[in-house]
């Protein structure tokens, strides 16, 4: 099986537990998930049901207490910390609700920073960030730095910065939280864009409107998947059916 044919996302039956004291707590129960490549899933939960646990599981900030997290064909577990940041690095962009940009350094300096770890020659990474922040329609405002920006132009600029290392997964952490009505339209019109032009796209949100402009939406309860519903389609399966992995639990 080649690259472009391995789920970009594959996980099989984790369990994450946190011990805190006297007390174990199961965050996740045995989760098990595929995500094809060019999909667009939006996860959803109330609090205390795994939602975040699994982001940080698929962003791997977080390791699974069991199971097995194979992300763009590479198995997580196998990595050792250097290993595991550089993939973060490569295959991961991550946009988070509070956009997390360095303030006082222009647009274009915040979206170069995943090159300059990657090691690219400075040519290169000016190139590739500003077609990146071109793609979110941010071509003016290379100079800008992020306090002169508003809310929505900051969230298209850390989309640039997730984009710019062409990573397999786009991950979002409720990206439109902070915004308005406008820049909220704004900016899940660029992750249609973006998913149309073939990218993986992962969103994190707690808003039904949002989440409807996914093309999946799985739904989390108790550390489960409770549900997993093609948008599009109009079908449901419980606890993954077809979707979830062969061989798991």
């Known amino acids: 099986m080649t690259r472009r044919d391995q789920p970009v996302i594959r996980i099989e ?101 995943p090159l300059i770890y990657a090691g690219l020659s400075r040519g290169a990474r000016r190139h590739r960030a500003t077609r990146a922040l071109q793609a979110v329609g941010m ?34 952490d409720e990206p439109t939280g902070n915004l308005d009505s406008r820049s909220t339209a704004d900016v899940l019109k660029i992750f249609e864009d973006l998913n149309g032009s073939g990218r993986t796209v992962v969103m994190i949100t707690h808003e039904d409107d949002v989440a409807e402009h996914a093309d999946r939406l799985v739904r989390l309860g108790d550390g489960r998947i409770v549900s997993d519903v093609s948008l599009e389609l109009g079908q ?13 639990a």
């Open 13 to 113: 039956n984790v369990v994450r537990t946190y011990v805190m004291g006297q007390t174990r707590v199961r965050a996740l129960r045995g989760v098990s998930l595929l995500i094809e490549r060019g999909e667009y899933v939006a996860i959803m939960g109330p609090s205390g049901s795994g939602k975040s646990t699994l982001m940080n599981t698929l962003g791997c900030l977080d390791a699974p207490s069991s199971g097995r997290f194979l992300l763009d064909g590479v198995d997580v577990r196998s990595l050792d910390e250097d290993d595991l940041s550089d993939l973060r690095n490569r295959k991961i962009g991550f946009v988070f609700q509070g956009f997390n940009l360095v303030p006082k350094i222009s647009a274009l300096t915040n979206v170069e920073l």
């Open 139 to 172: 071509g003016e405002r290379l100079d800008h730095g992020s306090n002169e920006l508003s809310g929505g132009q900051q969230q298209r600029v850390a989309i640039a910065r997730a984009i710019v290392t062409n990573p397999a997964l786009i991950l979002a």
């Open 236 to 248: 449901a399966t419980e606890e993954v059916g077809a979707r979830r992995p062969v061989g798991s």
